[in-house]
Protein backbone atom coordinates (compact mmCIF):
# COMPACT_ATOMS: atom_id res chain seq x y z
CA UNK A 1 0.00 0.00 0.00
CA UNK A 2 2.75 2.58 0.87
CA UNK A 3 4.52 1.50 -2.45
CA UNK A 4 1.82 2.04 -4.55
CA UNK A 5 1.13 5.51 -2.67
CA UNK A 6 4.26 6.32 -3.58
CA UNK A 7 4.04 5.54 -7.09
CA UNK A 8 0.76 7.98 -6.84
CA UNK A 9 2.34 10.70 -5.59
CA UNK A 10 5.57 10.56 -7.70
CA UNK A 11 3.19 10.67 -10.61
CA UNK A 12 1.65 13.23 -9.81
CA UNK A 13 4.51 15.54 -9.14
CA UNK A 14 6.03 15.01 -12.61
CA UNK A 15 2.90 16.22 -13.88
CA UNK A 16 3.14 20.11 -13.35
CA UNK A 17 6.40 20.03 -14.93
CA UNK A 18 5.47 18.21 -17.65
CA UNK A 19 2.22 19.74 -18.60
CA UNK A 20 2.73 23.35 -16.89
CA UNK A 21 6.18 24.19 -17.86
CA UNK A 22 6.61 26.66 -14.98
CA UNK A 23 5.32 24.67 -12.07
CA UNK A 24 9.13 23.75 -10.92
CA UNK A 25 9.45 27.62 -10.96
CA UNK A 26 9.26 27.86 -6.87
CA UNK A 27 11.89 26.88 -4.58
CA UNK A 28 11.80 26.24 -0.48
CA UNK A 29 12.96 29.91 -0.29
CA UNK A 30 9.81 31.12 -2.70
CA UNK A 31 6.94 28.80 -2.56
CA UNK A 32 4.48 28.73 -5.48
CA UNK A 33 2.01 30.45 -3.25
CA UNK A 34 3.89 33.55 -2.60
CA UNK A 35 5.27 33.53 -6.27
CA UNK A 36 1.99 33.27 -7.55
CA UNK A 37 1.33 36.45 -5.26
CA UNK A 38 3.76 38.56 -6.39
CA UNK A 39 3.01 37.51 -10.20
CA UNK A 40 -0.81 39.51 -9.94
CA UNK A 41 1.44 42.71 -10.90
CA UNK A 42 1.72 41.10 -14.39
CA UNK A 43 -2.25 40.38 -14.28
CA UNK A 44 -2.41 44.19 -14.02
CA UNK A 45 -0.05 45.31 -16.33
CA UNK A 46 -1.84 42.46 -18.90
CA UNK A 47 -5.46 44.21 -18.20
CA UNK A 48 -3.97 47.79 -18.66
CA UNK A 49 -2.34 46.27 -22.10
CA UNK A 50 -5.65 44.89 -23.38
CA UNK A 51 -7.90 48.34 -22.46
CA UNK A 52 -5.32 50.33 -24.44
CA UNK A 53 -3.98 48.27 -27.19
CA UNK A 54 -7.45 45.93 -27.66
CA UNK A 55 -10.76 47.69 -26.10
CA UNK A 56 -10.24 51.63 -26.22
CA UNK A 57 -8.51 51.42 -29.21
CA UNK A 58 -11.58 49.96 -31.23
CA UNK A 59 -14.16 52.54 -29.20
CA UNK A 60 -11.87 55.20 -30.43
CA UNK A 61 -11.94 54.45 -34.15
CA UNK A 62 -15.48 53.26 -34.41
CA UNK A 63 -17.83 54.11 -31.99
CA UNK A 64 -16.25 57.73 -31.50
CA UNK A 65 -15.38 58.05 -35.04
CA UNK A 66 -11.39 59.21 -33.79
CA UNK A 67 -8.92 59.04 -36.98
CA UNK A 68 -6.99 56.09 -37.05
CA UNK A 69 -3.73 57.71 -36.97
CA UNK A 70 -4.64 60.13 -33.83
CA UNK A 71 -5.67 56.86 -32.02
CA UNK A 72 -2.38 55.13 -33.20
CA UNK A 73 -0.54 57.97 -31.81
CA UNK A 74 -2.24 57.90 -28.81
CA UNK A 75 -1.96 54.13 -28.11
CA UNK A 76 1.71 54.61 -29.01
CA UNK A 77 2.24 57.18 -26.48
CA UNK A 78 2.43 54.86 -23.25
CA UNK A 79 5.63 53.46 -25.33
CA UNK A 80 7.45 56.82 -25.08
CA UNK A 81 8.89 55.81 -21.30
CA UNK A 82 9.73 52.71 -22.86
CA UNK A 83 13.51 53.68 -24.03
CA UNK A 84 13.81 54.80 -19.90
CA UNK A 85 13.19 50.40 -19.12
CA UNK A 86 16.59 49.82 -18.67
CA UNK A 87 17.40 53.23 -16.81
CA UNK A 88 15.04 52.03 -14.53
CA UNK A 89 16.43 48.86 -13.99
CA UNK A 90 19.57 50.57 -12.93
CA UNK A 91 17.89 52.76 -10.91
CA UNK A 92 16.25 50.69 -8.63
CA UNK A 93 19.11 48.55 -9.01
CA UNK A 94 20.97 51.02 -7.06
CA UNK A 95 18.30 52.49 -5.39
CA UNK A 96 18.25 54.36 -1.43
CA UNK A 97 16.17 55.31 1.27
CA UNK A 98 15.32 54.94 4.39
CA UNK A 99 13.15 52.15 4.38
CA UNK A 100 15.46 49.52 3.08
CA UNK A 101 13.90 48.91 -0.01
CA UNK A 102 14.94 48.84 -3.53
CA UNK A 103 12.28 47.78 -5.93
CA UNK A 104 9.07 48.50 -3.96
CA UNK A 105 8.92 52.34 -4.09
CA UNK A 106 9.39 52.22 -8.00
CA UNK A 107 6.08 49.50 -8.39
CA UNK A 108 4.13 51.47 -5.92
CA UNK A 109 4.58 55.14 -7.71
CA UNK A 110 4.45 53.18 -11.11
CA UNK A 111 0.91 51.98 -9.38
CA UNK A 112 0.03 54.97 -8.99
CA UNK A 113 0.51 56.43 -11.66
CA UNK A 114 -1.26 53.79 -13.67
CA UNK A 115 -4.47 54.67 -11.64
CA UNK A 116 -4.15 58.48 -12.42
CA UNK A 117 -3.73 57.57 -15.59
CA UNK A 118 -7.38 55.62 -15.92
CA UNK A 119 -9.01 57.29 -13.43
CA UNK A 120 -9.09 60.69 -16.07
CA UNK A 121 -9.01 58.84 -19.05
CA UNK A 122 -12.58 58.08 -20.31
CA UNK A 123 -13.83 61.56 -19.67
CA UNK A 124 -10.63 62.66 -21.77
CA UNK A 125 -11.24 60.23 -24.35
CA UNK A 126 -15.67 61.40 -24.46
CA UNK A 127 -14.21 65.22 -24.78
CA UNK A 128 -11.39 64.54 -27.50
CA UNK A 129 -14.47 62.63 -29.62
CA UNK A 130 -16.63 65.56 -28.64
CA UNK A 131 -19.92 63.31 -27.34
CA UNK A 132 -22.06 65.48 -25.62
CA UNK A 133 -20.79 68.82 -23.87
CA UNK A 134 -17.92 68.70 -24.60
CA UNK A 135 -18.30 69.01 -28.30
CA UNK A 136 -18.52 72.70 -26.92
CA UNK A 137 -14.78 72.89 -25.07
CA UNK A 138 -12.05 73.45 -27.74
CA UNK A 139 -10.28 70.68 -29.65
CA UNK A 140 -6.89 71.33 -27.93
CA UNK A 141 -8.25 70.19 -24.28
CA UNK A 142 -9.65 66.79 -25.53
CA UNK A 143 -6.21 65.99 -26.77
CA UNK A 144 -4.07 67.08 -23.95
CA UNK A 145 -6.22 65.45 -21.36
CA UNK A 146 -6.10 62.09 -23.46
CA UNK A 147 -2.79 62.46 -24.12
CA UNK A 148 -1.72 62.78 -20.46
CA UNK A 149 -4.03 59.96 -19.84
CA UNK A 150 -2.00 57.56 -21.28
CA UNK A 151 1.31 58.82 -21.09
CA UNK A 152 0.68 58.33 -17.42
CA UNK A 153 -0.43 55.19 -17.53
CA UNK A 154 2.35 54.39 -20.00
CA UNK A 155 4.84 55.61 -17.41
CA UNK A 156 3.14 53.42 -14.78
CA UNK A 157 3.14 50.17 -16.49
CA UNK A 158 6.74 50.04 -17.29
CA UNK A 159 7.85 51.08 -14.70
CA UNK A 160 5.64 48.42 -12.30
CA UNK A 161 6.62 45.74 -14.75
CA UNK A 162 10.76 46.49 -15.16
CA UNK A 163 10.44 46.55 -11.46
CA UNK A 164 8.15 43.85 -10.29
CA UNK A 165 10.41 41.18 -13.22
CA UNK A 166 13.58 42.79 -10.93
CA UNK A 167 11.84 42.39 -7.79
CA UNK A 168 10.93 38.79 -9.03
CA UNK A 169 14.55 37.47 -9.83
CA UNK A 170 16.03 38.75 -6.76
CA UNK A 171 13.60 36.98 -4.79
CA UNK A 172 14.27 33.46 -6.79
CA UNK A 173 17.24 31.07 -6.45
CA UNK A 174 19.78 31.84 -9.56
CA UNK A 175 18.79 28.55 -10.96
CA UNK A 176 15.66 29.46 -11.31
CA UNK A 177 15.34 32.73 -12.61
CA UNK A 178 14.65 31.80 -16.03
CA UNK A 179 11.49 29.81 -15.01
CA UNK A 180 10.35 32.23 -12.49
CA UNK A 181 11.05 35.05 -15.61
CA UNK A 182 8.66 32.97 -17.97
CA UNK A 183 5.87 32.26 -15.02
CA UNK A 184 5.87 35.97 -14.79
CA UNK A 185 5.57 36.60 -18.69
CA UNK A 186 2.87 33.89 -18.96
CA UNK A 187 0.64 34.97 -16.11
CA UNK A 188 0.82 38.78 -17.94
CA UNK A 189 -0.76 36.33 -20.76
CA UNK A 190 -3.11 34.58 -18.53
CA UNK A 191 -4.03 38.57 -17.30
CA UNK A 192 -4.80 39.43 -20.88
CA UNK A 193 -7.01 36.60 -21.37
CA UNK A 194 -9.18 37.26 -18.62
CA UNK A 195 -9.64 40.71 -18.40
CA UNK A 196 -10.61 40.47 -22.68
CA UNK A 197 -12.96 38.19 -21.32
CA UNK A 198 -14.20 40.34 -18.39
CA UNK A 199 -13.89 43.46 -20.72
CA UNK A 200 -16.22 42.21 -23.65
CA UNK A 201 -18.69 40.94 -21.27
CA UNK A 202 -18.84 44.21 -20.14
CA UNK A 203 -18.81 46.15 -22.82
CA UNK A 204 -21.33 43.85 -24.36
CA UNK A 205 -23.83 46.68 -24.62
CA UNK A 206 -21.98 49.85 -25.16
CA UNK A 207 -22.28 53.39 -24.28
CA UNK A 208 -20.39 56.45 -22.64
CA UNK A 209 -21.61 55.23 -19.00
CA UNK A 210 -20.56 52.21 -18.96
CA UNK A 211 -17.06 53.13 -20.82
CA UNK A 212 -16.48 55.50 -17.61
CA UNK A 213 -17.57 52.78 -14.95
CA UNK A 214 -15.50 49.95 -16.67
CA UNK A 215 -12.36 52.19 -17.06
CA UNK A 216 -12.43 53.20 -13.55
CA UNK A 217 -13.07 50.08 -12.17
CA UNK A 218 -9.43 48.70 -14.10
CA UNK A 219 -7.92 52.17 -12.20
CA UNK A 220 -8.88 50.37 -8.90
CA UNK A 221 -8.29 46.94 -10.03
CA UNK A 222 -4.82 48.30 -10.78
CA UNK A 223 -4.34 49.77 -7.44
CA UNK A 224 -5.74 46.20 -5.06
CA UNK A 225 -3.73 43.81 -7.55
CA UNK A 226 -0.22 45.25 -6.89
CA UNK A 227 -0.60 45.94 -3.55
CA UNK A 228 -1.80 42.20 -2.52
CA UNK A 229 1.49 41.62 -5.30
CA UNK A 230 3.73 43.36 -3.19
CA UNK A 231 3.06 43.16 0.61
CA UNK A 232 5.73 41.35 2.55
CA UNK A 233 7.81 40.38 -0.35
CA UNK A 234 10.79 42.68 -0.77
CA UNK A 235 13.21 42.36 2.55
CA UNK A 236 14.42 45.71 3.85
CA UNK A 237 17.89 46.11 4.22
CA UNK A 238 20.33 48.25 6.00
CA UNK A 239 23.25 49.02 3.29
CA UNK A 240 20.50 50.57 1.23
CA UNK A 241 20.42 53.95 3.00
CA UNK A 242 20.48 57.40 1.45
CA UNK A 243 24.68 57.84 1.32
CA UNK A 244 25.55 54.27 0.70
CA UNK A 245 27.61 54.55 -2.96
CA UNK A 246 26.95 52.96 -6.38
CA UNK A 247 29.93 50.80 -7.53
CA UNK A 248 29.27 52.05 -11.34
CA UNK A 249 27.07 54.12 -13.52
CA UNK A 250 24.52 53.75 -16.00
CA UNK A 251 26.85 55.49 -18.19
CA UNK A 252 29.54 52.97 -17.38
CA UNK A 253 27.17 49.59 -17.06
CA UNK A 254 25.61 50.08 -20.23
CA UNK A 255 29.01 50.55 -22.26
CA UNK A 256 29.90 47.25 -20.63
CA UNK A 257 26.90 45.17 -21.80
CA UNK A 258 27.27 46.86 -25.13
CA UNK A 259 30.52 45.20 -25.63
CA UNK A 260 28.98 41.88 -25.65
CA UNK A 261 28.74 39.83 -28.65
CA UNK A 262 26.85 40.47 -31.63
CA UNK A 263 24.52 43.00 -28.90
CA UNK A 264 23.34 45.29 -31.72
CA UNK A 265 22.45 42.60 -34.19
CA UNK A 266 20.51 40.87 -31.28
CA UNK A 267 18.66 44.38 -30.42
CA UNK A 268 18.00 44.71 -34.41
CA UNK A 269 16.32 41.20 -34.39
CA UNK A 270 14.51 42.11 -31.18
CA UNK A 271 13.36 45.61 -33.02
CA UNK A 272 12.46 44.23 -36.16
CA UNK A 273 10.60 41.26 -35.07
CA UNK A 274 8.78 43.08 -32.38
CA UNK A 275 7.41 45.87 -34.86
CA UNK A 276 5.97 42.85 -37.00
CA UNK A 277 4.25 41.64 -34.53
CA UNK A 278 2.76 44.58 -33.19
CA UNK A 279 2.43 47.01 -36.06
CA UNK A 280 -1.28 45.61 -36.48
CA UNK A 281 -2.22 46.21 -32.47
CA UNK A 282 -4.01 48.64 -33.09
CA UNK A 283 -5.90 47.59 -36.10
CA UNK A 284 -6.81 44.09 -35.55
CA UNK A 285 -10.29 44.99 -33.95
CA UNK A 286 -11.12 47.92 -35.60
CA UNK A 287 -10.96 45.44 -38.69
CA UNK A 288 -12.65 42.98 -37.30
CA UNK A 289 -15.77 45.97 -36.91
CA UNK A 290 -15.17 48.08 -39.75
CA UNK A 291 -14.34 44.98 -42.65
CA UNK A 292 -16.25 42.17 -41.08
CA UNK A 293 -19.03 43.96 -39.15
CA UNK A 294 -18.23 42.22 -35.79
CA UNK A 295 -19.86 43.76 -32.64
CA UNK A 296 -17.34 45.66 -29.86
CA UNK A 297 -17.74 42.40 -27.48
CA UNK A 298 -16.97 40.22 -30.14
CA UNK A 299 -13.79 41.59 -31.27
CA UNK A 300 -12.17 42.37 -27.44
CA UNK A 301 -12.90 38.49 -27.14
CA UNK A 302 -9.90 38.43 -30.11
CA UNK A 303 -7.51 40.03 -27.86
CA UNK A 304 -7.83 36.58 -25.71
CA UNK A 305 -7.35 35.10 -29.24
CA UNK A 306 -4.13 36.75 -29.40
CA UNK A 307 -3.25 36.31 -26.27
CA UNK A 308 -4.27 32.25 -25.90
CA UNK A 309 -1.72 31.87 -29.20
CA UNK A 310 1.16 33.41 -27.29
CA UNK A 311 0.15 31.29 -24.04
CA UNK A 312 0.79 28.41 -26.15
CA UNK A 313 3.86 29.84 -27.89
CA UNK A 314 5.70 30.38 -24.73
CA UNK A 315 4.91 26.54 -23.07
CA UNK A 316 5.87 25.23 -26.39
CA UNK A 317 9.18 27.89 -26.71
CA UNK A 318 10.06 26.36 -22.88
CA UNK A 319 9.60 22.92 -23.40
CA UNK A 320 12.18 23.72 -26.72
CA UNK A 321 14.31 25.71 -25.08
CA UNK A 322 14.51 23.17 -21.59
CA UNK A 323 16.06 20.12 -23.97
CA UNK A 324 18.66 22.89 -25.24
CA UNK A 325 17.32 23.97 -27.78
CA UNK A 326 18.97 26.89 -29.70
CA UNK A 327 16.71 30.02 -28.87
CA UNK A 328 17.51 32.42 -32.25
CA UNK A 329 16.30 29.72 -34.45
CA UNK A 330 13.09 29.24 -32.16
CA UNK A 331 12.60 32.83 -32.74
CA UNK A 332 13.05 32.39 -36.31
CA UNK A 333 10.27 29.49 -36.00
CA UNK A 334 8.17 31.69 -34.65
CA UNK A 335 9.10 34.56 -37.41
CA UNK A 336 8.18 32.13 -40.30
CA UNK A 337 4.62 30.84 -38.69
CA UNK A 338 3.98 34.81 -38.67
CA UNK A 339 4.18 34.57 -42.12
CA UNK A 340 0.69 32.78 -42.70
CA UNK A 341 -0.89 34.09 -40.15
CA UNK A 342 -0.64 37.16 -41.58
CA UNK A 343 -1.80 35.85 -45.10
CA UNK A 344 -5.05 34.24 -43.82
CA UNK A 345 -6.06 37.66 -41.95
CA UNK A 346 -6.02 39.44 -45.47
CA UNK A 347 -7.58 36.97 -47.13
CA UNK A 348 -10.22 36.71 -44.17
CA UNK A 349 -11.75 40.29 -45.92
CA UNK A 350 -12.34 38.74 -49.25
CA UNK A 351 -13.61 35.76 -48.32
CA UNK A 352 -15.90 37.66 -45.89
CA UNK A 353 -14.21 34.74 -42.96
CA UNK A 354 -14.51 35.76 -39.35
CA UNK A 355 -13.43 32.28 -38.73
CA UNK A 356 -10.16 32.85 -40.95
CA UNK A 357 -9.77 36.10 -39.44
CA UNK A 358 -9.50 34.44 -35.74
CA UNK A 359 -7.38 31.28 -37.34
CA UNK A 360 -5.18 34.27 -37.88
CA UNK A 361 -4.75 36.02 -34.60
CA UNK A 362 -4.15 33.37 -32.71
CA UNK A 363 -1.37 32.29 -35.29
CA UNK A 364 0.11 35.68 -34.89
CA UNK A 365 0.19 35.17 -31.09
CA UNK A 366 2.11 31.89 -31.32
CA UNK A 367 4.56 33.03 -33.82
CA UNK A 368 4.95 36.20 -31.34
CA UNK A 369 5.28 34.26 -28.27
CA UNK A 370 7.68 31.77 -29.68
CA UNK A 371 9.58 35.17 -31.26
CA UNK A 372 9.62 36.71 -27.54
CA UNK A 373 10.51 33.71 -25.22
CA UNK A 374 13.55 32.67 -27.65
CA UNK A 375 14.76 36.60 -27.87
CA UNK A 376 14.45 36.72 -23.72
CA UNK A 377 15.98 33.60 -23.23
CA UNK A 378 18.87 34.03 -25.59
CA UNK A 379 19.52 37.83 -24.22
CA UNK A 380 19.67 36.06 -20.37
CA UNK A 381 22.26 33.73 -21.53
CA UNK A 382 24.19 35.83 -23.06
CA UNK A 383 24.68 38.42 -20.40
CA UNK A 384 27.12 38.71 -17.65
CA UNK A 385 25.63 37.60 -14.18
CA UNK A 386 25.86 41.14 -12.57
CA UNK A 387 24.19 42.96 -16.08
CA UNK A 388 21.16 39.88 -15.87
CA UNK A 389 18.65 42.84 -15.08
CA UNK A 390 20.07 45.38 -17.08
CA UNK A 391 20.18 43.34 -20.33
CA UNK A 392 16.30 42.49 -19.38
CA UNK A 393 15.72 46.22 -19.26
CA UNK A 394 17.46 46.90 -22.82
CA UNK A 395 15.74 43.43 -24.33
CA UNK A 396 11.91 45.46 -22.78
CA UNK A 397 13.32 49.08 -24.16
CA UNK A 398 14.00 47.74 -27.65
CA UNK A 399 10.81 45.56 -27.33
CA UNK A 400 8.72 48.54 -26.22
CA UNK A 401 9.97 50.94 -28.40
CA UNK A 402 9.86 48.87 -31.87
CA UNK A 403 6.23 48.27 -30.90
CA UNK A 404 5.54 51.97 -30.41
CA UNK A 405 7.26 52.78 -33.45
CA UNK A 406 5.12 49.95 -35.44
CA UNK A 407 1.91 50.72 -34.03
CA UNK A 408 2.01 54.51 -35.15
CA UNK A 409 3.22 53.68 -37.99
CA UNK A 410 0.52 51.09 -38.57
CA UNK A 411 -2.28 53.95 -37.81
CA UNK A 412 -0.51 56.42 -40.24
CA UNK A 413 0.14 53.78 -43.54
CA UNK A 414 -3.84 52.15 -43.10
CA UNK A 415 -4.86 55.92 -43.23
CA UNK A 416 -2.69 56.95 -46.51
CA UNK A 417 -3.34 53.85 -48.36
CA UNK A 418 -6.87 54.39 -47.03
CA UNK A 419 -7.18 58.14 -48.48
CA UNK A 420 -6.33 57.02 -52.67
CA UNK A 421 -7.79 53.69 -52.17
CA UNK A 422 -9.97 52.05 -49.81
CA UNK A 423 -10.20 50.93 -45.78
CA UNK A 424 -9.89 47.13 -47.17
CA UNK A 425 -6.66 48.30 -48.73
CA UNK A 426 -5.41 50.58 -46.21
CA UNK A 427 -5.34 47.78 -43.78
CA UNK A 428 -4.07 44.90 -46.33
CA UNK A 429 -0.83 47.36 -47.23
CA UNK A 430 -0.10 47.31 -42.88
CA UNK A 431 -0.05 43.58 -42.94
CA UNK A 432 1.97 43.05 -46.27
CA UNK A 433 4.54 45.59 -44.51
CA UNK A 434 4.56 43.31 -41.79
CA UNK A 435 5.56 40.23 -43.76
CA UNK A 436 8.19 42.04 -45.07
CA UNK A 437 9.84 42.84 -42.23
CA UNK A 438 9.40 39.29 -40.79
CA UNK A 439 11.50 38.88 -43.85
CA UNK A 440 14.11 41.24 -42.67
CA UNK A 441 13.53 39.79 -39.31
CA UNK A 442 14.88 36.45 -40.44
CA UNK A 443 18.04 37.73 -42.37
CA UNK A 444 19.08 39.92 -39.15
CA UNK A 445 18.81 36.90 -37.07
CA UNK A 446 20.60 34.58 -39.29
CA UNK A 447 24.22 34.90 -38.20
CA UNK A 448 22.90 34.89 -34.47
CA UNK A 449 21.59 31.22 -35.16
CA UNK A 450 24.01 28.22 -33.77
CA UNK A 451 24.84 25.99 -36.83
CA UNK A 452 23.50 22.71 -37.13
CA UNK A 453 25.36 20.02 -36.68
CA UNK A 454 24.98 17.06 -38.87
CA UNK A 455 24.22 13.45 -37.71
CA UNK A 456 26.15 11.03 -37.90
CA UNK A 457 25.51 7.09 -37.90
CA UNK A 458 26.84 4.50 -36.37
CA UNK A 459 28.23 1.33 -38.10
Not at 51 to 76: D, F, H, Q
Not at 155 to 179: C, N, R, W, Y
Request: positive net charge; contains cysteine; hydrophobic residues 50%.
Amino acid sequence: MNKSRSNWATTLASLGPRFLPFADAASEDLPLSRLLRLSLFQISVGMAMVMLVGTLNRVMIVELKVPATLVSLMVALPLLVAPFRALIGFRSDNHRSQLGWRRVPYIWMGSLLQFGGFSIMPFALLVLAGAGQSSQAPAWVGMVGAAGAFILVGIGMHTVQTAGLALATDLAPFESQPKVVGLMYVMQLLGMIGSALMLGHLLHDYSPGQLIRVVQAVAVMTLVLNVIALWKQEPRSRLRKPGTPIEQNFQQAWQTFCKGPKTLRRLLAVGLGTMAFTMEDVLLEPYGGEILNLSVSTTTLLTATLALGGLIGFAWASRVLGRGGDAYRLSGWGAWVGVPAFVAVIASAPLASPVLFSVGIFLIGLGGGLFAHGTLTATMQLAPPEQTGLAMGAWGAVQATAAGVGMALGGVVRDGVALVSSSVMGYSAVYCLEIVLLGLTLWAMGPLMRPVRPTTNSA
